[in-house]
């Protein structure tokens, strides 16, 4: 062989090109095989980072944990390659009844939300035209992640160093070897597939999620808000309204029955005139029991996938651990094992 890589990544999404980052900072070989597909979710992804189920107030799963690990990745990325896309970016939780408030106040005094929820004047709110009859409470420590961006900057580093091909890898032309695995003529210790909703995996549901993107005359805020959909601020009175759920028919594209629901969500607490300027739609990647989906599936081979919502929250951590055990023999945690026990009868 020519060349002896330590893996091939199959897969640029957000958890391949978040894995590709990781294992180059580690100083691996890598080759990456892509290509876009329709009803990839990254090209269409919100972008959100929110260590926070807004609908029981709660932190997600692990969230004290992998929060610090995102930020310091992704700023530490684009500072290195030169990308504007990580934006420190507050939440702003509207309260539409008295039950949110006492939910909110509640959860404000466990040991969890002493360090993720605030209750503070935010005085963008009281411009004019968000609706807030109950008030509101902050999430500070959380983000957005220009996705699209982070890819296509990527992208062009990647090709300029030769080690992105453009187009897809079927299953069998991967061949499996005493080494490794065998690929194009080249020898690599790991194939890792991370083909997000396109992959057949055991667990894994594709779920359909779209946003839409409108122009709001006279609005200007610098935070996220959130009443039902969130409401992400793009820069000149533009923002991203989103998101939905859909777990049948999901690569069909957008739809005006999405559309038609977002923008009724929007007119709940936003009172002024707007106009739609774009829908998107995507499919997440997501396991049945919200858990990532990582390890090794047979002789040189392994999976990251399952990231679902949180993917921008979840990537780093799955990343670096996948790496800590395919590469220094560390154990994989059981709760994100690709072949946990039930993972596969879970509704």
């Known amino acids: 062989m020519e060349q002896r890589l330590d893996a091939v990544i199959i897969g640029r999404g957000l958890a391949g090109a978040v894995l590709t980052e990781t294992l180059r900072q580690r100083g691996l070989r890598v080759r990456v095989y892509d290509a876009k597909r329709p009803g ?58 008295p039950k949110e408030v006492d939910q909110w106040t509640r959860a404000m005094d466990t040991d969890a939300g002493r360090v993720l ?20 409470g902050t999430v500070p420590r ?128 936003v009172h002024r005139p707007f106009e739609v300027e774009e829908q998107r739609a995507g499919v997440r990647p997501t396991a049945r029991d919200r858990r990532p989906i990582i390890g090794v599936t047979g002789p040189g081979q392994a999976v990251l996938n399952g990231l679902g919502s949180r993917g921008v929250l979840l990537a780093p951590w799955c990343a670096a651990h996948l790496a800590d055990h395919l590469f220094a023999g560390a154990p994989l945690d059981p709760e994100v094992a690709w072949d946990r026990s039930g993972l596969s009868e879970l509704s």
């Open 142 to 269: 959380c983000a957005w992640l220009n996705v699209p961006a982070m890819l296509e900057a990527q992208r062009s580093a990647l090709l300029n160093e030769g080690v992105l091909v453009e187009r897809m890898l079927e299953q069998d032309a991967v061949r499996i070897t005493p080494e490794g695995v065998e690929v194009d003529g080249l020898q690599a210790r790991w194939c890792i597939r991370c083909d997000g909703p396109f992959a057949s995996l055991a667990g894994l549901i594709p779920v359909k999620g779209e946003t839409v993107v409108v122009h709001i005359p006279g609005l200007h805020l610098s935070r996220m808000v959130h009443r039902g959909v969130f409401l992400l601020p793009l820069g000149d009175e533009r923002y991203r309204v989103g998101s939905t759920f859909a777990w049948d028919d999901v690569f069909s594209g957008p739809s005006e029955a999405a559309r038609a629901w977002l923008l009724e969500r929007l007119r709940n607490f």
């Open 40 to 97: 990839n979710a990254s090209l269409a992804a919100g972008g959100v980072v929110n260590p926070v189920v807004l609908r029981r107030d709660v932190p997600s799963w692990r969230a004290l944990e992998l929060l610090p690990l995102a930020e310091r990745f992704y700023s530490e990325w684009s500072a290195r390659a030169g990308w504007q896309g990580w934006h420190q970016l507050p939440l702003v939780k509207l309260f539409p009844t």
């Open 117 to 136: 929820l605030q209750q503070v004047p935010e005085p963008e709110l009281e411009q004019g035209g968000l609706v807030h009859p109950h008030g509101y």
